[in-house]
């Protein structure tokens, strides 16, 4: 049997918790009895702990009891987890035995544990889309990678958001066991065993807003309004109103973008509406979006969100609305 620890806290994610336990939970039943998981939930203390949506969990161990060591360790995120002080207790345990694991890492913002652990120094990480420039501020010594669904790095594993966890077990399923237990798991869970793409398909994909009468304010809403038009960076600056080099300087220092990297989100960022809530051909899209070709929005949506247009549609395409059925009059 290979051990399995879920790190939890108060406020932690339900989800970061249960999605992997299932995939194991799931791989037991397609394993010869012996060669499965052996499931434990560790905490610190064996009370009850409330969950980010009202659940209470409780502890199989407690950070005493668990002066073990295990195969795998995970500790599941939670949403106010980036913003909490170090838990003391938390750190030394993952620092003295979570590492004693063969696998140790992270559901989610599990990531910033592992940090105050001081675990991702010098290792490439991930976690989810919305906390990883948080992420890479507080652990400048962590090469935090912003769009990788899970991501391993020697002993040490971290997942982005919530679903993600289910992914990397999935992940370290097909590594004990096998592709093929790892898709039956996937089909018992009704989910892909290998999602397609990172997760910026799933995050709002374009940058902060600048105040309007900025220079880069002035470009964001040209360019929004005009996005079928061929924008070199000469014609930014004069939209902007400022020199070249000045306006390269503020998409760096403001957007840690290039002019030519925002224009090209602004246009992924409308293909993506489009795509989700309409049935326009690939071409018409691209027309519209000023990629020129369907050719080339697919180059573009692979390149920065590792999907095709038509994987993408696929994934997120909104079902249409239904008009409610009238019952016919009676009398």
């Known amino acids: 049997m290979r051990s399995i620890a879920i790190v939890i806290h108060d406020g932690v994610q339900a989800l970061d918790v249960a999605g992997p336990l299932d995939v194991f939970a799931e791989a037991n039943g397609f394993l010869e009895r012996g060669d499965g998981y052996e499931i434990s939930v560790v905490g610190a203390g064996k009370r009850p702990m409330r969950a980010s949506n009202g659940l209470s969990m409780t502890p199989d161990m407690d950070f005493t009891d668990a002066r073990i060591v295990f195969d795998t360790v995970l500790v599941a995120g939670g949403p106010d987890l980036p913003d909490r002080p170090r838990d003391e207790e938390m750190s030394r345990w993952l620092a003295e035995w979570g590492t004693r694991a063969a696998r140790y890492g992270s559901v989610c913002t599990g990531a910033f544990a592992l940090g105050q652990a001081g675990l991702l120094d010098d290792r490439n990480v991930t976690t989810h889309w919305e906390n990883a420039p948080k992420l890479a501020r507080m652990f400048p010594r962590a090469r935090v990678e912003l769009d990788r669904i ?31 237990v790892a898709l039956s798991c ?9 999602r397609q793409g990172g997760q910026s398909q799933f995050s709002p994909y374009l940058l902060p807003q ?22 070199p960076i000469d014609r930014l600056a004069q939209i902007a109103g400022t020199s070249r080099r000045n306006l390269a300087r503020l ?48 180059v573009v949506f692979q390149k920065r969100l590792g999907v095709s247009p038509i994987g993408y549609r696929g994934s997120f395409r909104l079902a249409p609305s239904r008009p409610s059925r009238v019952p016919p009059a009676t009398g």
């Open 150 to 180: 899970h991501l391993r790095d020697g002993p040490l594993v971290t997942s982005a958001g919530v679903t993600a966890g289910i992914d990397l077990a999935l992940a370290l399923v097909a590594e004990d066991h096998g592709a093929d």
């Open 251 to 298: 998409f760096t220092s403001e957007l840690s973008v290039t002019p030519h990297e925002f224009v090209e989100s602004v246009r992924i960022d409308l293909a993506r509406n489009l795509l989700e809530g309409t049935d326009k051909p690939l071409k018409v899209v691209a027309f519209e979006c000023g990629f020129g070709s369907a050719e080339q929005m697919r």
């Open 186 to 194: 996937a089909k018992r869970l009704v989910v892909v065993a290998h």
């Open 210 to 231: 600048s105040p309007p009468a900025s220079p880069l304010g002035r470009v964001r809403a040209y360019v929004q309004e005009h996005v079928r038009e061929a924008f």
